[in-house]
């Protein structure tokens, strides 16, 4: 990356909204709470090699959390404990954040996002439709997800290849 172009790329932040950059909620690996974590997802979420998934409860609209693959580390593969149980074991031990989910409407720019990434609750993002409850009580549609590596992407106007 040169310097001249990486500072068009950050001029260009807040007129580029989270909706053009997102990796859409089709190619998203999702999970449900009730999936159990036996050695095969835990294998198959090792082989994806991502470092956070979303989780939805239901339908795939309706995520509720973002899992991060670490706190997998220590989970035995023998007991297949649904997905849940982590979550829940997460909210009650209070060590560490709880990871719900950071939403933002599709509209919302890059520079907003990334100050909102800074604050640090979360490093991805949920996109959806608008942060108004919908109208009909339903749950909002997941459009997609946009994390921090999304957004330095566009900052220095190339691929960040992953490790
Ligand atoms: P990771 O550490 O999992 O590689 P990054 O935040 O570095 O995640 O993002 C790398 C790319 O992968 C980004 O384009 C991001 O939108 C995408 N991504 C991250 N998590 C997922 C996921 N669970 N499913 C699909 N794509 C993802």
Request: glycine share 4%; charged share 30%; with cysteine.
């Amino acid at each position: 990356a040169d310097e001249a172009s990486m500072l068009v790329g950050i001029l260009e932040l807040s007129s580029k909204t989270v909706f053009q950059i997102m990796t859409k909620a089709d190619d998203v690996f999702c999970l449900s709470v009730d999936d159990c974590l036996d050695r095969r997802l835990l294998k198959r979420i090792l082989r994806l090699g991502h470092s956070r998934i979303p989780i939805y409860d239901g339908c795939r609209d309706n995520i509720i959390a973002i899992l991060l693959v670490k706190q997998l580390l220590l989970v035995d593969p023998n007991k297949a404990l649904p997905i849940r149980a982590i979550i829940r074991r997460k909210k009650r031990s209070h060590k560490k954040k709880v990871v719900s989910p950071v939403y933002v409407s599709k509209q919302c720019n890059l520079l907003d996002l990334l100050n909102e990434f800074q604050v640090g609750r979360s490093h991805m993002a949920i996109v959806v439709e608008s942060l108004e409850p919908p109208a009909d009580h339903g749950t909002r549609r997941f459009l997609g997800i946009v994390t921090l590596e999304d957004i330095v992407e566009e900052m220095i106007k190339e691929e960040v290849l992953d490790e």
